[in-house]
């Protein structure tokens, strides 16, 4: 999503610094000023919009944090709570209805609620005195606790997740406003200056498509002799459009390029038997990319 907000705020940039440049250049009426003021405001709700989302990340982090202690409590009480009341038929037999599986944050809050709305009907434990505990720490209090911090987070994420959608639905609408007023503008100073004037020279600059990215590490995935005296590659590479296959073969003492500028992702060659090395690099109209690692082919 960056990636294409990112590109809009400089060809917004482009279309501005082009308006400082040709006082007569003012697509609808527009100032340089005006420009920048809608440049700034996707700037801003760029922003505002990653606040939110990482804020949101944040919070169902926590949420899951705290979902996952419940979970763990629960587990621990549930078996704890029947091994005390074990010689308590009508009890145990109310423990033993309790929900034992929890796969979603729901499930696991209803499975924590369960268990809490059994444990304050709970009557002393057998021989005891005193009412059920799990464990010196672990109450009734401790574990309602757990669970309302829990719930607590769980209430929390509407508002968050609104918050977010109300930010990514500005930045959506402040990005289309700037990529309309740079298409218009680009639209207008094409007609508005001729080719070969230096005003149009200006306007030609301004980018109507975002850089492509550098190649990647090339990988070669299949190197294979598939039968005597053939070689077969296959590879990929991110971002590239166009392939170098380098070879080394028996004797020799470099790579040398066997094959350039190949469009589909496949190399087939006729070699005398022996012992080959391969290298493949990816390209593209950024340059090349790194060279994959060496792969071995003996051919019979």
Not at 67 to 83: E, N, R, S
Request: net charge negative; proline share 7%.
């Amino acid at each position: 999503m960056f990636k294409g907000v990112d590109f809009t705020i400089l060809q917004g940039q482009s279309v501005k610094s082009a308006m400082d440049q040709i006082p007569t250049f003012r697509p609808e009426g527009k100032t340089p000023a005006n420009a920048q003021t809608l440049i700034d405001a996707v700037v801003t709700s760029q922003t505002t919009f990653l606040n939110k989302s990482t804020t949101l990340d944040l919070a169902r982090g926590e949420l899951q944090e705290s979902v996952d202690a419940l979970h763990v409590a629960c587990t621990q009480v549930y078996p704890i709570m029947k091994g005390t009341y074990r010689s308590d038929a009508g009890t145990l037999q109310a423990i033993n209805r309790l929900p034992v599986s929890d796969r979603t944050a729901r499930e696991t809050l209803a499975r924590g609620e369960a268990i809490q709305a059994l444990w304050t009907q709970l009557p002393n434990p057998p021989g005891s005195a005193t009412a059920f505990k799990a464990w010196d720490t672990m109450d009734l209090v401790a574990f309602v606790a757990i669970i309302t911090t829990a719930k607590t987070k769980q209430n929390g994420m509407a508002a968050i997740d609104q918050e977010y959608q109300l930010a990514q639905g500005d930045l959506h609408e402040q990005t289309e406003t700037l990529e309309d007023f740079v298409t218009t503008a680009l639209i207008i100073g094409r007609a508005q200056f001729l080719p070969g004037t230096p005003e149009r020279e200006v306007i030609d600059a301004i980018p109507t498509e975002p850089a492509q990215p550098s190649p990647g590490q090339a990988e070669i995935t299949v190197a294979t002799s598939p039968a005597p005296g053939l070689v077969h590659l296959e590879f990929v590479c991110n971002n590239a459009t166009k392939f170098d296959v380098l070879r080394k073969g028996p004797g020799e003492a470099d790579f040398s390029v066997v094959a350039t500028d190949l469009v589909a992702n496949v190399y087939d060659a006729s070699v005398p038997p022996g012992s080959y090395q391969f290298k493949v690099i990816g390209k593209n109209s950024q340059g090349s990319g790194p060279e994959s690692d060496i792969a071995t082919v003996v051919v019979g």
